[in-house]
């Protein structure tokens, strides 16, 4: 049972676009939302995260939308740069976890020059 | 430096074999993880360590075991390693407050044959 997904799996975008991935989940329980980055070869990284009281989160370039009625989320990555080329999992954390996240399946992003 | 270590980075085994495979971290994190990654299935949780000798499962525990017997030093063992425990580990770590900002090591891919 996945309880979050993340669509789509691969996405190409030219560089200086914005690269849109998606996240949904099934717990509504879920109440914060870390995104991780994950370069070939490399463990992955914390990027940004966001609380389900917010709507949007923003730091530099990366951007997070927020739709809790739904149980949607997205990471918009503006101006798309080739060093941002990396895997990118949505991860989420109800409030009692003992500490587990649970990873969506990730999404693979290419940015071209 | 915070750091996450991984030994070995690459092992191959045959089945039936033991593997062990080691994690440290100078972080004086208290919480430890590991987790599997397969190729569209994300970041899968094998055990979480809260502390020396405090261990729990995870979502696939199966086929696994661990042991943390200092703070700073988390081991994964597979007794009699299958083919599909092929894979690649990743170790993380956290402090107990903190534990949607993990940590992650480099990785050890594993192969069975």
């Known amino acids: 049972q996945q309880q979050v997904r993340q669509s789509p799996q691969s996405l190409t975008v030219w560089e200086g676009e914005t690269a849109i991935l998606n996240c949904s989940y099934e717990n509504s329980a879920f109440d914060y939302f870390p995104w991780y980055q994950q370069f070939p070869g490399e463990g992955p990284a914390l990027l940004i995260s966001i609380l389900s009281v917010s709507n949007k989160k923003e730091d530099g370039r990366f951007t997070i939308f927020f739709n809790k009625r739904e149980k949607k989320l997205s990471l918009h990555i503006a101006d798309s740069q080739p060093g941002d080329s990396a895997t990118y999992f949505c991860?989420?954390?109800?409030?009692?976890?003992?500490?587990?996240?649970?990873f969506g399946q990730g999404t693979s992003l290419s940015v071209v020059p | 430096d915070m750091k996450v270590t991984q030994m070995p980075r690459y092992l191959i085994k045959r089945m039936g074999e033991n593997v062990l495979l080691e994690c440290g971290q100078d972080?004086?994190?208290?919480?430890m993880y590991w987790y599997r990654q397969d190729p569209g299935l994300g970041l899968q949780l094998i055990y979480i360590s809260y502390d020396v000798d405090s261990n729990s499962e995870g979502d696939i525990p199966k086929g696994y075991r661990v042991s943390r017997k200092k703070r700073e030093h988390f081991s994964l063992i597979l007794d009699s390693a299958k083919t599909n425990q092929t894979s690649v580990y990743f170790c993380?770590?956290?402090?107990?407050?903190?534990?949607?900002?993990?940590?992650f090591g480099p990785g050890t891919r594993l192969t069975v044959l």
């Open positions: 993380a770590s956290s402090l107990r407050d903190n534990y949607a900002e993990q940590f």
């Open positions: 991860a989420a954390s109800p409030p009692s976890s003992f500490s587990k996240l649970v």
């Open positions: 972080m004086s994190h208290e919480t």
